[in-house]
Nanobody, 125 residues
Framework: QVQLVESGGGLVQAGGSLRLSCAAS????????MGWFRQAPGKERDLLAH????????YYTDSVKGRFTISRDNAKNTVYLQMNSLKPEDTAVYYC??????????????????WGQGTQVTVSS
């Protein structure tokens, strides 16, 4: 049974930083691409950042490019999201997710089969 557990969310002032972590268990972590998504109230859950199973390739949506960095430590079965220069519009629940097929690089939300419970990030102005 796959389990993803996010941590590191909280309240931060605009311009501040947070580092989210997602610890994975129940899957051969180093074989799966991982993504970070976020969902604000009344909005869809959108992909922010993606990293392939080796970490060799990353992707960022335009709104976070240059501010957020995704990384992974396959020895620790953990994926991270470093968030800098946070803005009030970054306020949302943040989720990590694992692709449902090993060795695939896909950005479609429906291709991610395992999800964490989410962690709230609130950025005050």
């Amino acid at each position: 049974q796959v389990q993803l557990v996010e941590s590191g969310g909280g309240l931060v002032q605009a311009g501040g930083s947070l580092r989210l972590s997602c610890a994975a268990s129940g899957l051969p972590f180093s074989r799966y691409s991982m993504g970070w998504f976020r969902q604000a109230p009344g909005k869809e859950r959108d992909l922010l950042a993606h990293i392939t199973w080796t970490g060799a390739s990353t992707y960022y949506t335009d709104s976070v490019k240059g501010r957020f960095t995704i990384s992974r430590d396959n020895a620790k079965n953990t994926v991270y999201l470093q968030m800098n220069s946070l803005k009030p519009e970054d306020t949302a629940v943040y989720y990590c997710a694992a692709d449902s097929i090993e060795g695939r690089r896909s950005f479609r939300r429906t291709d991610f089969g395992s999800w964490g419970q989410g962690t709230q990030v609130t950025v005050s102005s």
